[in-house]
């Protein structure tokens, strides 16, 4: 049998590394993170979702919808913009289940759980990174609007503290795609049920219009949709009347999702075999 | 270092109503290499998933260097590589990034992590390809990247799942010679394999292990001695002296030789290893030239076909993809 010897002699491998101390949960987390930074780097199409997306549909709605809608665009965009915005980025949420499961279905994961380190911190690196995601969702959508004549009354302030909301409003709908990323079979299956999920998350709400020509049953998920709460806590923040209400409602939503989600999907990570 | 660093007992793993592992037992010494030689579907990789604490057992225990694979597993893992197709890189990063990526997450400084990374791609002729995502690699580079991410640090236990599969032979034999040089610098191997002359040449013992448990254990001369049979290989110097030779090999080892492909070429089982010089006389009596002459023990093939019943190719079962 052959026995070809390198080019090169191996010489470094018998060098003896000796093992540091493992890496603390921050430091493989925020490593772990700074893969999925270098995977969006590698594959930008993957940043579609966030970007041309959101302009289709400022476009369609405001162009489209508006004037029959509200009576004037003008009037619509200021009204659909911040809902707009919270769809794009609760729906770019949903490429975190996506992503996991295509990780565990080519092997890298069972790389990472033979490692010493923080369990989740695989987990929590690949939410990290996808914050970065919904920041570029939110700068378009609000720099799309602003180029449209969309104008908050609030101060930069206020808009700013209205994109956070909307962030750990994302972050913490995000455990619950990951979980199903974690137990779905394929891509496609995550795909197909998070979608399922999305469309009542977002379509049954104040997103696009005003519930209240909306029939009773309808209304009564409305009222109760957390993504409703979100977008009225967004639009006050927007307009320079925040409603501590709303805003409370979106963080006990939040907290719910982290503190129900968290860890189960912890649990489903750690259970993966 | 206990002197085992490897030892299962009575291993267990079921999917559903297959039993992919079915009370697998080993013991591996340290410094060594161990094969588990076996078909697709015979639970290697399920086995190598218990080992690694990315499975746990239904039933059975194993310890990794004295520390237990469920127990201790944050413990065993500071002590092990793994390379193996569902432990693999990142297609989408270069070789550096995974390298880095690999040095930071064993715990190696940022500088640290660079140096390496480049040392490694050095010594695994991957320089090149540093810059280039791991998906344009060839198979025999990307089955090198695979075990240097694994070796970032020196690990004690190296775990490498089927290293060699569907690699061409000159890349087969650079793996084996980073497997060689790893042992030599005091890692423990254990190796799956489907190929019967990998373990051959690595192994410095063999479990042979088919639907889910070991059939049969030892070095490769044991499994070699528990089918018994030698074989007389012959090469002429002339083919056309092939029959009369035929006559007198059949005459002198009182068998019936086997015909090969190669016409200058005979085989037979030899019973009694002193009768192959009696006939050498008697060919140099009859005039017969003789090219080659050697007595062989069988081959891993025909350990496996005996141990068996079945060769090692012929699989009928499930792949261990869709038991897994």
């Known amino acids: 049998m052959s026995t070809t010897t390198l080019e090169r002699p191996v010489r470094t491998v018998a060098t003896r590394v000796e093992r540091p101390e493992p890496p603390s949960a921050l430091s493989a987390s925020l490593t772990l993170g700074w893969r999925s930074v270098l995977k969006i780097r590698r594959i930008p199409e993957q940043l579609f979702d966030v970007t041309f997306q959101p302009v289709i549909f400022i476009l369609m709605f405001v162009y489209l919808f508006g004037g029959a809608i509200s009576g004037d665009t003008t009037q619509y965009l200021q009204f659909v913009l911040p809902g707009i915005l919270v769809q794009t980025v609760v729906m770019a949420s949903l490429y975190t289940g996506i992503s996991l499961n295509t990780d565990i279905g080519k092997g890298i994961f069972d790389r990472f759980r033979s490692l010493p380190i923080w369990r989740p ?83 049954a709400s104040n997103v696009f219009v005003d519930p209240s020509t909306m029939p009773g049953w309808l209304r009564a998920w409305v009222d109760v949709n957390p993504v409703s709460h979100l977008v009225t806590a967004v639009r006050g923040l927007m307009s320079g009347s925040p409603q501590a209400g709303d805003i409370g409602w979106a963080l006990i939503g939040c907290a719910v999702l982290v503190a129900v989600f968290a860890p189960l999907t912890v649990r489903a990570y750690r259970r993966k075999s | 270092m206990p002197t085992l660093a490897i030892e299962a007992n009575g291993l267990v793993k079921s ?32 086995t190598v998933r218990m080992l690694t604490t990315l499975l746990r057992p239904d039933g059975g225990s194993a310890r990794v260097l004295g520390r237990d694979v469920v127990d201790d597993a944050d ?22 990034e995974n390298l880095v990526l690999q040095s930071r997450l064993v715990g190696l400084s940022r500088t640290r992590s660079k140096q390496r990374a480049a040392e490694l791609l050095e010594s695994f002729d991957l320089t090149e390809a540093a810059n280039r ?23 004690d236990v190296l775990f490498l799942d089927e290293p060699t599969t569907g690699l061409d032979p000159r890349s087969r034999g650079q793996v084996w010679d980073i497997v060689r040089d790893l042992v030599a610098g005091g890692t423990t191997v254990l190796l799956t394999t489907q190929y ?113 019943g079945h060769a090692a190719d012929d699989t009928p079962h499930d792949t261990e993809r869709s038991a897994a």
């Open chain 1, 121 to 203: 911190a695989a987990l929590v690196g690949a939410l990290l990174a996808d914050s970065i995601r919904y920041v570029v969702a939110a700068v378009v959508c609000l720099a799309v609007g602003m180029a449209m004549g969309f104008r908050p009354d609030g101060g930069v302030l206020d808009v700013v503290a209205a994109c956070l909301l909307v962030l750990v409003f994302a972050f913490s709908l995000s455990w619950v795609f990951a979980f199903l990323g974690l137990t779905m079979r394929s891509a496609g299956a995550v795909q197909g049920v998070s979608m399922l999920a999305m469309f009542p998350l977002t379509f």
């Open chain 2, 15 to 46: 999917f559903g109503e297959n039993r992919a592992v079915d009370g697998v037992d080993l013991a591996v010494r340290a410094g060594t290499v161990y094969g588990v030689l076996g078909p697709n579907g015979a639970g290697k990789t399920t």
């Open chain 2, 196 to 308: 019967l002359d990998e373990a051959d040449q690595l192994a410095d013992r063999i479990a042979v292990i088919d639907r889910g448990t070991v059939i049969a254990e030892g070095t490769s001369a044991d499994l070699k001695a528990s089918v018994g049979r030698n074989s007389l290989h012959l090469r002429l110097a002339d083919d056309t002296q092939r029959d009369l030779a035929e006559r007198l090999v059949a005459q002198m080892l009182d068998t019936t030789p086997h015909r090969t492909t190669e016409a200058a070429v005979i085989t037979a089982p030899v019973a009694d290893p002193d009768a192959v010089a009696d006939l050498m006389i008697r060919l140099r009596a009859e005039g017969v030239g003789i090219d080659e002459i050697g007595v062989q023990r069988p081959s891993l093939d025909e350990v496996f076909l005996t141990l068996t």
């Open chain 2, 75 to 96: 413990e065993v893992r500071r002590f092990i590589g793994l390379t193996g197709q569902y432990a693999s890189v990142d297609e989408d990063l270069t070789g550096t």
């Open chain 2, 133 to 155: 995502p791991v998906k344009h690699f060839s198979g025999g580079m990307r089955r090198r990247i695979d075990l240097a991410a694994s070796i970032v640090v020196t690990p």
